[in-house]
């Protein structure tokens, strides 16, 4: 356990390392999604009261999930990097909170797009969506300390700052639809009950969300990595990298 | 399957306006989130192997 955390401390280990779970990562995700993805459109039955719009909860369940869980990571990302001052984490910071921000407004974006045929309205000032539109703003927040704070030793310490203070959002988020009395239903699956749905409407559910995190683990390294490249740019390494596989590297 | 045919497929019960639109954010969604970074390392690679050349140059 403790030579893993010290070789994670090594960018080096972690660039070979990860540049070999990528292709690993980048096939399942496609699979998973690409069949995810027609089993929603085609195959799961309509719902009783939704009709067909129902099939966005295939794009938007996962989608909302892994913008919360992204932060989650990224809020203790930023905890390790603040006590044990490990480069990775910096690393994992600022890779997380772009990917997170797309996944938000991916969320928010088809909640909409759902919303107009199920509720009439695209846009509502209900706990739940304007929670997910305050985890939106705390990315953008991240991402603007990272792009205005030239050293990134002190970039990284604000935004972990940030993402710390922004994980009070995150329990807000899960329990709106308890809490306050909104549009939004509660959630559609729990660890600890037996889907309300049935098997042929929640399997391609599973089957996207393990997709949406593996196509997460996908774009997380592929940036990781460049940042990576950028920050060891003087170290030999990345000088022998530069010079003998260009064309290797490159197809990466 | 859970149409009849394509022209129904398409149309989604009268949502397919909705269910596409939505699918098609998504999908840019996704190929932003690969194509962002891959662009970035080609540029990072061509960037830093013209610096070492240069550097090699004047050295």
């Not at chain 1, 774009?219 to 940042?227: F, G, H, K, Y």
């Not at chain 2, 954010?25 to 070492?52: C, E, M, T």
């Amino acid at each position: 356990m403790w030579t893993f955390f010290h070789k994670l401390g090594s960018p080096k280990w972690f660039y070979e390392i990860s540049g070999k779970w990528l292709p690993w990562f980048a096939v399942l995700s496609a699979i998973l999604l690409v069949v995810g993805s027609v089993w929603a459109l085609a195959f799961a039955p309509a719902d009783y009261q939704q009709g067909n719009s129902f099939r966005i909860i295939y794009i938007h369940v996962p989608a909302a999930l892994l913008a919360q869980s992204c932060f989650i990571m990224m809020a203790i990302s930023g905890a390790i990097g603040l006590i044990w001052k490990m480069k990775i984490a910096d690393v994992f910071v600022k890779a997380a909170a772009p990917i997170g921000a797309s996944f938000t407004f991916l969320a928010l974006l088809t909640g909409a797009v759902w919303g107009k045929p199920t509720w009439g309205t695209w846009w509502i000032w209900d706990a739940r969506l304007t929670s997910m539109l305050i985890l939106l703003f705390l990315y953008f927040g991240v991402m603007a300390l990272q792009s205005a704070i030239e050293d990134a030793s002190t970039a990284a310490k604000a935004s972990a700052v940030l993402a710390l203070v922004g994980m009070v959002n995150i329990p807000i988020i899960k329990y709106s639809v308890e809490w306050w009395n909104t549009l939004h239903q509660p959630a559609t699956f729990t660890l600890t009950e037996k889907p309300s749905m049935p098997v042929e409407m929640w399997v391609p559910l599973l089957v996207m969300v393990i997709g949406y995190y593996c196509f997460f683990a996908t774009v997380i390294l592929l940036r990781t990595r460049n940042e990576i490249l950028e920050r060891e740019r003087r170290t030999n390494w990345v000088k022998k990298l530069l010079e003998k596989g260009k064309d290797k590297e490159a197809a990466l | 399957m859970n149409f009849e045919n394509f022209s129904d497929f398409l149309a989604m019960g009268g949502h397919g306006l909705y269910v596409w639109m939505a699918y098609g954010v998504a999908l840019i969604v996704f190929v932003a989130n690969v194509a962002g970074p891959v662009l970035k390392k080609k540029d990072i690679l061509k960037k830093h192997a013209q610096r070492l050349k240069r550097e090699k140059m004047t050295s």
